[in-house]
């Protein structure tokens, strides 16, 4: 490329830094074919979380917690209800063996009282303890036919929907348990569990203070306390 000498106006090379005609030394340009795009670009500060990411966040969560917490029940090795207001102990991601004499057992005894409220349960429970979530609610739904006010019931079937991520259903389930155990220490931490997971922040946070103000020293609640704490430091 070549361009003409601001003084004489001779040709000149690029390259050519002194005009060979008048000697007049040539302005590089260069810069002038640079791309705006290579200019530097002032830098902005790191943003925090908010709105969308925080939901993202919480939900996020939410799903770790349930890997450690959302369980029916622990397995605590007496024969006493296998229900209660704490998580079982084993990770989400291990089930058990598969027994297939133990299931048929159970059916058996199912085929014999059908319409037996602990036969529905006990085969559910077996069901849901070897991930069969789909098997496990068709018997706890007959279970809750037969005894509708028995809010562990409720739990179970709504966490068994939440693990086959119907989440409208599972909090359905919830809110049964809640009208017949206002306290029921479960169901207040799959609320707000489940409620973050449909986005639902001020209800996941309700139902979390609730938790907490109901049984602070529960596993459960500590868990909901330090995600809320998270959130609340998140925000703008």
């Not at 001779?10 to 200019?39: I, L, M």
């Not at 809010?151 to 119907?166: A, E, H, Q």
Request: hydrophobic share 35%; aromatic share 8%.
């Amino acid at each position: 490329m070549s361009h003409k000498c601001p003084n004489c106006g001779r040709e000149v090379e690029e390259q050519v830094k002194f005009c060979p005609e008048c000697g007049t030394a040539q302005k590089s340009r260069k810069k002038e074919h640079q791309p705006a795009a290579s200019q530097s670009q002032p830098k902005t500060p790191s943003r925090k979380l908010s709105g969308q990411n925080i939901l993202y966040l919480v939900a996020l969560l939410s799903l770790i917690v349930v890997a450690l917490y959302g369980y029916r029940f622990i397995k605590t090795g007496t024969k006493t209800d296998p229900h209660s207001n704490l998580p079982a102990a084993e990770p989400a991601t291990q089930s058990p063996m598969f027994d297939q004499e133990h299931f048929q057992h159970l059916q058996e005894n199912l085929k014999a009282n059908p319409d037996g409220f602990r036969e529905n349960v006990d085969l559910a429970n077996f069901l849901y303890d070897n991930q069969r979530f789909n098997e496990a609610i068709n018997y706890y739904s007959k279970a809750i036919e037969i005894n509708p006010n028995q809010p562990d019931i409720l739990v179970d079937t709504g966490v068994s929907y939440f693990n086959l991520k119907k989440f409208s259903d599972a909090k359905t389930y919830f809110e049964k348990a809640l009208k017949i155990k206002e306290d029921h220490i479960n169901a207040l931490y799959n609320m707000g569990v489940v409620s973050a997971q449909l986005g639902e922040m001020p209800q996941m946070l309700e139902y979390w203070e609730r938790l907490v103000a109901v049984a602070p020293e529960s596993d459960q609640a500590k868990a909901a306390k330090q995600m809320m704490d998270q959130v609340k430091e998140s925000k703008p």
